[in-house]
């Protein structure tokens, strides 16, 4: 951020009077700017045995596979924020089940939440950011092909816990520091 | 958003191609600025039978109790800032327990996410955002005083769950739609 989204006027970096971190700071408008991680939302879309991925179209990791997900919008809730990305990316028509995985990634600013669906039809094709939507059993999940360690981290819980028909809430911190699957409870 | 922050030039607010919602673009520079939800991330602080508010000394809802709870950085996972907020509010020793709640605001474009924490001893106090903290039994929680219906949301959620000593995550959407204790699951 170089430049006042209010005002146009250069923007200066420091540490605003009762705060302990830098900020972008308008000292026209006396206003700071915030900078905060952004929601990625999703769903691990379920059909009797198999799960539903997407060839990303786009990049990062264009040509990997995925779960239907994609950045929140203003306006809209966790749940309908998953169900609008499975439309977009897969055509998907899903009911929601739960709430599944909550993944903190602060090397990149992001918090994924997950939820478990269930695949209501097998309408789906692939959106403008899919190159393909195909159901996986679970030994067909391309493992070396996956786009994010958010998905493996996922899709390793959920096969997991599908033996034992119990499907807790999944919090963890993927990043540099902290290698996937180190669960923090 | 009026002006890019990259370039300080005005922006305009038209949908790209491509996309199906309006948004501030900079056409010097070709950059779309997305806007998208903030988390709201913090702490149910539990000592035996009690549980930590705080009375807020800020605006929005000065003088009211809430949770310890505060806007997410980047470059932090949601456990490290339900703490960090936590210890800027009431400066609380906790040790996270689980997540516990996650709620949706999508009037105000919030998400809240609100862990159960044991607090680990007395030394609490006010910090600059709390005009008072202190321990309440369930019977002396000042319902009528509480800042937030996420903090009345969860807390009702708290006290039912302990009667059976189970504390399942509870994902819910408060909105001008959909009033308090309308769980989507």
Not at 95 to 103: A, C, G, K, L, W
Not at 156 to 162: A, Y
């Amino acid at each position: 951020m170089k430049y006042c989204s209010e005002c146009g006027k250069t923007v200066v970096h420091r540490v605003p009077e009762g705060d302990n971190l830098p900020r972008f700071i308008c000292e026209h408008c006396d206003i700071i700017h915030y900078q905060n991680p952004k929601l990625v939302v999703g769903c691990l879309p379920v059909w009797n045995e198999q799960v539903l991925l997407c060839k990303r179209a786009i990049e990062p990791c264009s040509g990997l596979w995925t779960l239907p997900a994609g950045f929140m919008e203003n306006q809209e809730s966790l749940e309908e924020a998953a169900l609008r990305e499975s439309d977009e990316e897969a055509n998907a028509n899903l009911e929601i089940e739960s709430i599944y995985s909550v993944i903190s990634l602060p090397h990149i600013n992001q918090i994924y939440v997950l939820y478990r669906a269930k695949l209501l039809d097998l309408d789906f094709f692939a959106g403008p950011e899919s190159l393909d939507v195909q159901l996986f059993n679970e030994e067909d999940i391309p493992w070396e092909k996956l786009a994010f360690k958010t998905i493996e981290f996922t899709l390793k819980r959920f096969f997991e816990d599908r033996k034992n028909d119990h499907f807790p809430v999944h919090n963890t911190v993927v990043s540099k520091r902290n290698r996937l699957g180190q669960e923090i409870d």
